[in-house]
Structures are given as structure tokens and as C-alpha cells.
């Protein structure tokens, strides 16, 4: 599927569709929630900070989050500044980000920087650019195969967080954990802020990569919305397989996640929490075997009564029907699907954005 193919997809198939347009068209629960996007969305443009916030602005959005120290042209003080001036001058709102903060993770990378040292750094470049939340995460799944307690990964990073309070505080921006890559569910991420101190820390509050860890989204929100100060938001198909269930990420409306009833419950648990999609698609599905013993031992604390509602959800689910082009395979991609893969992230990021402005969400499209 060419670019060409893409745009039309955007423009001529009415985008949403089917019982999703009915309820985007009838119900509007996000009402005067702020919108945006997280960066990682069009990874795949190179887009540095002042193209981000442009885009941004061309979109009518309130708010973007720069999820990456890597997203700035230069982290220098008087660039950051003008950076600051720029979203201010066009009306977008910052959230900034960095990544693995605790020193025990696989996906720790070591480096001439204390993890104490990489957070207040990028504290300090989230406060030199007004943002209020600076996002990061502790590891991934992988942390839960190695055979270490899960508790000691928290206890790390519990560790780290309470040794940078006092800048944190100072400088007025608050750490937003997420729930990252299967690496946590929402009861561990909860033990993670209230240990570390949710004076200063919160949640980055992600609902796609619950599916990872056999949660259901819904169940995330409501654990962990009281304590969120930015998002990660998202669509998942999710549905029953040989070996428990497969999930596949996809923009928002095309998924199995009833946005209405998601939404109403945000808007009572953090209505202040700006909505940033990150959306991702263009990878295969991934299987969760949880019907295979083995399983078990990476998550063995989960709650029946939650693993119900996820099983519930993956009972309501079926394949993905749509077109997609993959993007994490092997091999060596021909130009031209390089150019469709770009193209892809841009129309599902817009497509997703105009869903959520259908629900209510975005302060500028209700001014």
C-alpha cells in the first residue's frame, strides 16, 4: 500500500465508521479536556522540538509531549528558552520526557550520568521549556524474566525519585512515572508513586500497554487516574487466541476500547491531565499466552477479579480487519515503503486526533 493509498484511507473512508462515528457523533465525554500527541507518534518524520510544536499548532492542538531528550535540537539554556517562547507564542502547552531511570533495568543505559543525575537534567530542561510533568519509565517486561523480584525494580526507582525530591520540588515539575512496556501493572505503578511520594511524582498514565501485562485498560484508569498528570493514550484490538489472547495496537476508534465509558471515568478521576495520543501502529500482533503455566510467573500477583475483566475484553474482541502496513519486521524495507510507513504514522496520529476532538476532547475546538 503506496502513500497515495494511505491518504485516501484517511479522506475517503469516512475515518470512523460503523458504531464508533455513532458514539464519537452522540457523546462528547472528554469535554474540555486538553489534546495532544506524544512525540514518539511520527517517530519516523525525525521531527525535532520547533517542527513538533508547529505541527502541532497546524493541528489546532493544546498541548504536545516532547517524550525524548533526543526531540530537541539542542538542550542548551538559551535554546531551550526560545523553545519555551515558541509554544507560548502559538498556544501549546509542554510536556517534556526522558526514559529509563532506574539503575537495575535491562533498559538502563549506563553512562558517565547517575540515574539521579540524567532526572534532575531532564527536570531541568522540562522546567526551562514551562512544562509541569517531566515522563519516564522504570524498565519493561523483560526486568520481570530475569528472575528478580519485581519489588526490587520499585525499590530502585522508589530510591532514585526520593534522592532527587528536592529539586523536583523546586523546580516545580512533577515525575511522571508510566506503566511501560508490560513492565508494571497499575497496582505495582500505584506502589511505585505512594512509596516515592506523590508530592512530586504521578502517573504518565498509558492505556495501551496494560494489554501487555493482562490488564484492561478501564482497570488501569481507575487505579491510577487520581494520580496522573499526563497520558499515553491509544486503541488495542485484543482477542482470544489458542494460547490465550493476541493484541494489536491501532489508532483510536478502530480498537475494542469503549472510549465513551473510558472517558466519562477520566473525566471524574483527571480531567486536568492533558489526553497525549501516542499512537503506534504498523506492528504484528503479539500473543499472550496466558493459558500456559509458564506465564504465570512474571505476573503471579495479579487479581482474579481484574484478569476477568481483561479475559471479558479479549472474549470482545476479534482480528484486525483494517489495512496496515508492518513496520518492525526483518529486512531491509524498499524505499517506497519506508515513505508509506511515514505517511502511515501522520494519518493514524490525525485520524486518532480528530476521533478524540469527536468525543470532546481539545480546549482550542470548543473555544
Known amino acids: 500500500m503506496g502513500v497515495q493509498t494511505l491518504a485516501t484511507r484517511a479522506a ?4 470512523f465508521g460503523g458504531a464508533a462515528a455513532a458514539a464519537a457523533a452522540t457523546s462528547r465525554p472528554a469535554q474540555g479536556i486538553r489534546l495532544g500527541f506524544d512525540t514518539y507518534s511520527v517517530r519516523a518524520f525525525g521531527w525535532k522540538d520547533m517542527q513538533l510544536i508547529d505541527y502541532a499548532a497546524k493541528l489546532k492542538l493544546d498541548t504536545v509531549q516532547i517524550s525524548s531528550l533526543s526531540d530537541f535540537s539542542s538542550l542548551e539554556a538559551e535554546h531551550l528558552k526560545q523553545v519555551r517562547s515558541h509554544a507560548e507564542s502559538v498556544g501549546i502547552q509542554l510536556d517534556a520526557g526522558t526514559g ?5 533495568s535491562k533498559a538502563w543505559k549506563p553512562g558517565p550520568e547517575t540515574p539521579e ?36 525494580y520499585i525499590e530502585a526507582t522508589v530510591k ?6 528536592s529539586q523536583a520540588m523546586d523546580l516545580g515539575v512533577k515525575i511522571a512515572i508510566e506503566n511501560h ?9 500505584r506502589t511505585l508513586i505512594e512509596e516515592a511520594g506523590k508530592d512530586f511524582v504521578g502517573s504518565n498514565l498509558d492505556c495501551g500497554n496494560p494489554i501487555q501485562c493482562i490488564e484492561d485498560p478501564q482497570v488501569t484508569l481507575e487505579i491510577l487516574g487520581p494520580y496522573a498528570v499526563t497520558t499515553h493514550i491509544r486503541d488495542s484490538i485484543i482477542y482470544e487466541h489458542p494460547r490465550g489472547a493476541a493484541y494489536h495496537w491501532v489508532a483510536l476508534g478502530d480498537g475494542v476500547i469503549n472510549w465513551e465509558r473510558f472517558l466519562t471515568t477520566y473525566q471524574k478521576l483527571c480531567p486536568k491531565a492533558a489526553i497525549q495520543l ?16 509458564d506465564f504465570w510467573k512474571i505476573y503471579p500477583k495479579t487479581l482474579a ?15 484486525f480487519s483494517g489495512t496496515m502496513i508492518m513496520e518492525d519486521t526483518t529486512g531491509k524495507k524498499p524505499p517506497e515503503y519506508v515513505a508509506a510507513l511515514r505517511e502511515q504514522q501522520r494519518v493514524d496520529l490525525e485520524r486518532s486526533l480528530e476521533f478524540a476532538k469527536k468525543l470532546g476532547a481539545c480546549v482550542k475546538s470548543q473555544a
Open 12 to 15: 475517503g473512508m469516512g475515518v
Open 100 to 104: 529509563c531511570v532506574c539503575p537495575i
Open 117 to 152: 543525575q540524567y532526572v534532575v537534567k531532564s527536570l531541568k530542561v522540562a522546567h526551562a521549556i514551562g512544562a509541569q510533568a517531566m515522563r519516564c519509565y522504570m524498565g519493561s517486561r523483560e526486568d520481570r524474566r530475569t528472575g528478580r523480584p519485581i519489588e526490587e
Open 160 to 165: 532514585v525519585f526520593r534522592n532527587v525530591r
Open 181 to 189: 512496556a508490560g513492565d508494571m501493572q497499575a497496582r505495582e505503578t
Open 278 to 293: 501516542e499512537i503506534i501502529t504498523g506492528r504484528p500482533p503479539e500473543v499472550i499466552p496466558y493459558l500456559e503455566e
Open 305 to 319: 477479579s481484574e484478569f476477568a475483566r481483561f479475559v471479558a475484553l479479549a472474549k470482545s474482541g476479534h482480528p
